[in-house]
């Protein structure tokens, strides 16, 4: 009987931090709502569906664009990219409510993965997908030029050197 329970509380378990983490995007509210969100949803969202996704977009595609959104993995709540997308779409049908809703958790989820870290190999960035740490790149004003994966300290980072010559650090032991 344990097991039936445990999904609907994970669930109400990751509504919970999601809340917490929209109210005050603090490092501490992103790390929680994050963990819960790969607890409850592990699989990662793939690029290529996020490039499709954008491709529809720009195609005007509006209504498919919303489409796909929604059948990406429930990770996708912490992914300021799919805000942006979906108010994109939302703007060009005329659903203003959408729009403003999308627009902010674009600010919220990007807010948050700043206030993990400052971008160094002592203080990474922590995201919930590897396809965020373009979102913080391109939030920076940055070009990414090249990318590797490093050890530093135990943990696994994804250090993208810029083409302004600043390095960027993700952390992605979780991942």
Avoid: W
Wanted: hydrophobic share 40%; with cysteine; aromatic share 6%.
């Amino acid at each position: 009987a344990n097991n039936d329970t445990r999904g609907p509380l994970r669930a109400f378990s990751m509504q919970r931090q999601l809340a917490a983490f929209v109210e005050q995007p603090s490092r501490k509210n992103y790390l929680a709502a994050r963990d819960a969100v790969l607890s409850q949803s592990p699989l990662p969202l793939d690029a290529t569906d996020l490039a499709e996704i954008e491709a529809l977009l720009d195609d005007e595609q509006h209504e498919a664009v919303l489409t796909r959104l929604d059948l990406l993995p429930p990770s996708k709540v912490l992914s300021p990219r799919v805000h942006y997308l979906a108010a994109e779409a939302a703007d060009a049908l005329g659903q203003d409510d959408e729009v403003e809703l999308e627009r902010s958790l674009f600010v919220v989820t990007l807010r948050g993965m700043f206030a993990t870290g400052d971008g160094t190999r002592a203080n990474p960035y922590s995201v919930c997908h590897t396809c965020d740490e373009y979102d913080v790149v391109a939030a920076l004003g940055a070009e990414p030029a090249a990318q590797s994966l490093v050890e530093y300290e135990g943990r696994l980072c994804d250090v993208i050197l810029c083409s302004d010559g600043r390095e960027l650090c993700f952390d992605v032991t979780h991942l």
